[in-house]
């Protein structure tokens, strides 16, 4: 009997961004909880998004921060309520202990799973079935070769300091701009309190990565990112920064009491609309370019740009799409 059958795992064979070809996990069982990410197809037109496929660990949705742009607007999987849409957790907990030990019986590479795609990844540290979200999954990923990914705009890192879990948890943080923060992030914690809980446990020795995502053309934002970066850089040394741009999906853009922003939005790419190319051009030289000068830091990536991005990140820093390294992958 086929073994991967047996198991109730899908594999299936994907052309990867370095254009080879390889067998990957696809979902284990119907994917509901595990999955790879893998909405974006390899990019051959300018206006393609770039994006590697990432490991999903879906046990939660939703996130009550209600950032004015977010994506998770436009999905339809939690509540709504009159103070932003509240996390849910899956309500079959068998379900989700059942799919993470199909996936730990697997004779696969080591990999990063996300757990917070469709959720903020700390939010529901407090109740998840009774105990911290990530402690009912370091029960079942401690010790093993996978690394969890939390990626989060939240500030309880409490479970992570009293723990030992840096062997198989990345802490990945969500920042922005002071400017744009205050504008558009209302309700979530502000960028200074991120940024201790980020080094809170970066000095406990847990590898820490960094979003500034989506950035925003607002009047002075040349020095807004740049004093964002030193104020980062004053506490820590990420592991990564991954920079990213506005991005309007229609059902996000349908969905967003707040609109101003979709003002700032003038291209379409596969993967919604988007500032202008000279835009996001600028606001990514701007960051990539303060790093390398005033911090010698280079290991940045930019998430779902396009193609036609790319080509001008490779030609001005070197920046090669088919080796990114980015945030959500090993």
């Not at 209600?66 to 709504?80: A, E, I, V």
């Not at 911290?132 to 939240?154: A, D, E, I, N, Y």
Request: glycine share 6%.
């Amino acid at each position: 009997m086929d073994r991967r059958k047996s198991m109730n795992v899908t594999f299936k064979r994907y052309r990867l961004l370095d254009g080879s070809e390889m067998d990957l996990l696809s979902r284990v069982g119907d994917g509901n909880i595990i999955r790879l990410f893998d909405k974006t197809p390899f990019p051959r037109k300018h206006d393609d998004v770039v994006c590697p496929h990432f490991f999903q660990l879906a046990c939660i949705s939703g996130c009550a921060y209600n950032c004015s742009y977010c994506y998770l607007k436009g999905t339809f999987r939690f509540w709504q309520k009159d103070d932003g849409r509240i996390p849910l957790h899956k309500k079959d907990l068998h379900q989700i202990d059942s799919a993470i030990g199909e996936f730990l019986k697997l004779d696969i590479p080591r990999v990063v799973l996300n757990t917070s795609e469709l959720a903020d990844g700390l939010q529901v540290e407090i109740d998840f079935y009774g105990q911290p979200f990530s402690v009912f999954l370091m029960k079942h990923f401690q010790g093993t070769q996978h690394k969890l990914l939390f990626l989060s705009k939240g500030t309880y890192v409490k479970n992570f300091l009293e723990n030992e879990w840096q062997e198989n948890v990345i802490l990945s943080w969500s920042l922005n701009a002071y400017s744009v923060a205050d504008r558009w992030e209302k309700l979530a914690p502000i960028v200074q309190d991120r940024l201790w809980a980020a080094k809170q446990v970066f000095d406990r020795g847990y590898e820490v990565r960094l979003r500034i995502d989506p950035m925003v053309a607002v009047e002075g934002y040349e020095k807004d990112y740049q004093d964002l970066v030193d104020s980062v850089f004053s506490l820590f040394e990420p592991a990564r920064i991954t920079l990213g741009c506005l991005r309007g999906l229609p059902a996000t853009i349908a969905r967003a009491k707040d609109k101003s922003w979709v003002s700032y939005l003038a291209e379409r790419s596969n993967w919604g609309g988007k500032p202008s190319i000279e835009s996001r051009f600028s606001l990514y030289s701007t960051v990539i370019e303060h790093l390398k000068d005033e911090h010698g830091y280079g290991n940045v990536a930019v998430c779902k740009d396009t193609l036609a991005v790319w080509a001008l990140l490779e030609k001005r820093f070197g920046l090669d799409f088919r080796k990114i390294r980015c945030n959500c992958i090993a």
